[in-house]
Structure formats: C-alpha cells, structure tokens
C-alpha cells in the first residue's frame, strides 16, 4: 500500500511540474517536467517511522519492521523501499 501512496504522489507532482513548465511557456522546462522523476531517497529510519504510526493507528498490537538490504530473504512482507530502492522495510505479525 505505501508504493501505491507514494506513486500516486509522485505522479501528482510530475503533474503539477508539468503544468508549471507549460505555463511559463518554455519547452525546456516542459520536456525537463516529462522526464521519470529520479528515486526518491528517503531515509529508512523516516519511512520505518511513517509505517509503523500507520500500523498502531490500525490497532494490530504486536508485529515487528525489519530494514534489510534490498536482495535479502526476509520472512514477512515487503512494505516499503528506502535509500534509493538499496534497503526495503518487511513487515511481520507476532
């Protein structure tokens, strides 16, 4: 669910880059806005954080957030990618 969230938002900001380029009529700055945004870097701690206020405001009680690399076997599910799509976060209820 969090990819979705987040492709839906970066999809709303290529939008708004895009209708700013074309409003100020450059056509750099609209083929600029067109191009696939670069992956966002967010760190692992600030996202580990963001999924794990959802998950209590959800009301499961225990479960536990792993960060491992991104090629790691890890027993849960994946719930999120972090610093750049090299780590994941993988959830897992007790």
């Known amino acids: 669910m969090v990819r979705i969230i987040v492709a839906m938002a970066l999809s ?6 895009l209708a700013q380029g074309m409003a100020s009529g450059s056509s750099t700055q609209a083929a600029e806005a067109q191009a696939p945004a670069p ?3 967010k760190p692992c ?3 580990k954080a963001e999924i794990d206020a959802k998950i209590k405001k959800n009301g499961v009680p225990m479960y536990t957030l792993d ?3 991104m090629d790691a076997q890890a027993e849960g ?3 999120g990618t972090c610093d ?7 959830y897992k209820r007790s």
């Open 67 to 69: 960060v491992v690399d």
């Open 84 to 90: 750049g799509n090299t780590k994941k976060i993988v």
């Open 77 to 79: 599910k994946t719930v």
């Open 39 to 41: 992956a966002m870097r």
């Open 45 to 47: 701690e600030d996202l």
């Open 12 to 17: 709303a900001m290529a939008g708004v880059a």
